[in-house]
Every structure is written in C-alpha cells, then in structure tokens.
C-alpha cells in the first residue's frame, strides 16, 4: 500500500469530503414514494453541476449508473431503477467520484419512513461494526486487527459478516491493493504505517453471511433474503491513529458508539 505525502493526503481528503457532501445532500430525499432512479439523478447533477467532478461509477466495468442503491436483502452494489421505495425500507448508497485525478468513495445507510426495531438494530450495528474497525487504525496495528475489531463486533450483536466483498485501497487508483477483510485474527496481515490510504466497509447480515449475484452481473442479494446493512469511510492513518476522511457533515459525530474524534486517536466513548 503507497505511503501517501501530506499533499496526497490532502488531495484524498478534498475528493472524500467531496463525495460524502454528496450522501449528505441526498438524505432528505431518500423518503417512501422516491424511486432510487430519482435518488441517482440527484446524486449524479450534484456532482456534476455543483461539485465539478466526473461521478467514478459510470463505466466502471460497464456500471450504468452514479450511485449503488441497495435496498434490503440486497447487499451491495444494487443498480438503482424506477422502484420506489416503500416505508420502512432501509437503503444503502454507495457514492465514488474522481476529482482532479483522486477517489473518493464512502457510504451510509438511509430509512425511508420509520423502520421496524430489528431493521434500527442491524444498521445501528453496522455502524458500530464499522467505527469499531476504524478505531483499530494505527501506526503498528495490522489489517488482522482491523478485521478483528469489526467481527467482534458483529458476533457479539448476533449478525454475520459478508466475506465475498471488502475495503480496499484508494487514492489515485479507484479499487487499489490491499483488500481490506472485515474479519481477521489480531497481527496479522499487513502492517499499517502512517500514510496509508484506505476503506473500512463492512457489510452485516441479519441472517446467513452467504450471498449471490443477480443475472444483472452486479447486484449482491442475501441467499435467505435476510437484510443487510452497509456503512463505508475512507481512512488515513496518522502518526498516533487515524483521520476519518469522508465526514458526513450532517451527521453528529458525538453519537458515535467509537471514536469521539474524526481526526485524532480512538477513544471509548
């Protein structure tokens, strides 16, 4: 994995700040009665129009649309089309964009309307699941570490963990090595060091970890139908610990289950 320069830090931070204002601005969209096709024009005008900057799935190994919106069972990468989302669904959207020649890449999970207490339980997990993992972030840990964290996590609260899909490295290169497992045995794997670019996205089942993909060639279902959630951050790693990199600006960081700090070393909180 590079070692980034603190130029090419900023140059990642500018593309995922970028692209995280996009999730930010589409959250008083994503309603019942809103096709995600709807919600794919939005995200993809605003890039375009507002942010100046070319929307990275487009033509990804033939990808037709801006953004991925998962609904439900589906796991990842789910194409956005004229269905309309139903109250109490749960949605995730997955947002990449290139500016000046730098990724940015995150995602989060939406309601649309009010979901149902197991349907909370799962994205709110997910979400610990994911900030457990960035927590583990510093000079010295390992990629093990990471996964481990994330895994706990998960089994402690009763989900599985998919493993056909993971993070992976960013920067100039959209998909970069190394793969980035959200399960793991502490030290091992790669050692981090400061500078290292990369994303934690964990995808949690509420049933079995296994999955398929759909004739479409893209889009990823729990093999029971069983929902699943998804949250994505870039990081970097810092000399004493981590930078998140995708901050979503409308969300209070000081609800964070872990991590008080979205720049600076991991505390409990």
Not at 41 to 55: G, H, K, Q, S
Request: proline residues 6%; hydrophobic residues 40%; negative net charge.
């Amino acid at each position: 994995m590079p070692i980034r320069s603190k130029a090419e830090i900023e140059m990642a931070r500018r593309a995922g700040m970028m692209a995280a204002e996009v999730l930010s601005m589409i959250a008083p969209h994503v309603k019942a009665g809103v096709t995600t096709n709807a919600l794919d024009r939005l995200c993809r005008e605003y890039i375009v129009d507002v942010l100046r900057a070319r929307p990275a799935n487009i033509g990804y190994h033939g990808y037709p649309k801006t953004i991925c919106a998962s609904v439900n069972h589906v796991v990842c990468h789910g194409i956005p089309s004229d269905h309309a989302l139903q109250d109490g669904d749960i949605v995730n959207i997955d947002v990449a964009l290139d500016n000046d020649g730098w990724y940015g890449d995150t995602s989060r999970m939406y309601f649309a309307g009010e979901p149902a207490a197991p349907a909370r339980r799962l994205v709110d997990a997910t979400y610990e699941a994911m900030m457990a993992g960035i927590a583990a972030v510093r000079p010295g840990s390992t990629l093990g570490d990471v996964g481990h964290a994330i895994q706990s996590v998960a089994h402690r609260e009763g989900f599985s963990i998919v493993r056909e899909y993971c993070g992976h490295g960013i920067g100039r290169i959209y998909h970069d090595e190394p793969q980035v497992l959200h399960y793991g045995r502490p030290g091992a794997g790669l050692r981090l060091a400061p500078g290292m670019i990369f994303t934690i996205e964990p995808m949690l089942n509420a049933g079995r970890a296994e999955t398929r993909q759909l004739a479409d060639g893209w889009t990823v279902v729990t093999q029971d139908r069983s929902w699943s959630a998804q949250w994505e951050h870039m990081v970097v790693v810092t000399e004493d610990g981590f930078d998140i990199l995708t901050p979503w600006p409308d969300r209070d960081l000081a609800r964070r289950p872990v991590a008080a700090s979205a720049t600076g070393t991991a505390v409990q909180g």
